[in-house]
């Protein structure tokens, strides 16, 4: 089992910038875990913003947020980040990550690809 515990989230202005943690216990991050971070903001559905590989070498990103956020991995730590730059109120919601084995489709985004998942934490970017 993997249980997740994410951090960060705040009240920031337009054209600021944030970084959120999830950190692993239980299971730890490695090469073999592959983590995604994903996002639900009032009255839509939860949207897929980023994954990183096990090995951290590898990304994919949501077109909304590409250019504008990282993500990446410490194994070592068993943590990672979701680095935000630049912004806009369309990025408010509720972030989470999330955790499943390694290995398969990086481009598969729905939620249903990841069996461990964080409480989440809010972020709200002021007009």
């Known amino acids: 089992q993997v249980q997740l515990v994410e951090s960060g989230g705040r009240l920031v202005q337009t054209g600021g910038s944030l970084r959120l943690s999830c950190e692993a216990s239980?299971?730890?991050?490695?090469?073999?875990?592959?983590v995604g971070w994903f996002r639900q903001a009032p009255g839509k559905e939860r949207e897929f913003v980023a994954v990183i590989s096990g090995g951290g070498g590898n990304t994919y990103y949501a077109d909304s947020v590409k250019g504008r956020f990282t993500i990446s991995k410490d194994n070592a730590k068993n943590t990672a980040y979701l680095q935000m730059n630049i912004l806009k109120p369309e990025d408010t919601g509720v972030y989470y990550c999330?955790?499943?084995?390694?290995?398969?489709?990086?481009?598969?985004?729905?939620?249903?690809?990841?069996?461990?998942w964080g409480q989440g934490t809010q972020v709200t970017v002021s007009s």
């Open positions: 999330a955790a499943d084995r390694a290995g398969g489709n990086l481009y598969r985004t729905s939620t249903s690809e990841y069996e461990f």
């Open positions: 239980g299971r730890t991050f490695s090469v073999y875990i592959k």
